[in-house]
């Protein structure tokens, strides 16, 4: 499955209108729409649901300000949305 720019775009349009704000300040302020295709399609392709994109955007919200590398991030999130 190829998540585009556009997938991406809508997923966090639907998220702002349920959870205004766990997306108000955070994308693309914080978070790009480039970084989190690529991490959603990370997790795509390693077989990990991307369906809590909440608890992902929460994730990423506090981790990507100590790295901006995805495979880092991915391991941190697959272990989170474990728990």
């Known amino acids: 499955m190829i998540i585009n720019r556009q997938m991406v775009q809508t997923l966090v349009d639907n998220l702002a209108d349920k959870y205004p704000?766990?997306?108000?300040?955070?994308?693309?302020?914080?978070?790009?729409?480039s970084l989190l295709q690529n991490i959603l399609s990370g997790l795509v392709t390693?077989?990990?649901?991307?369906?809590n994109l909440i608890k992902i955007v929460e994730v990423l919200?506090?981790?990507?300000?100590?790295t901006r590398i995805v495979e880092e991030l991915l391991d941190i999130i697959i272990v989170r949305l474990c728990n």
């Open 21 to 33: 704000a766990a997306v108000k300040g955070v994308i693309p302020e914080k978070i790009s729409l």
């Open 61 to 66: 919200e506090v981790e990507a300000e100590g």
């Open 46 to 51: 390693r077989k990990r649901p991307v369906r």
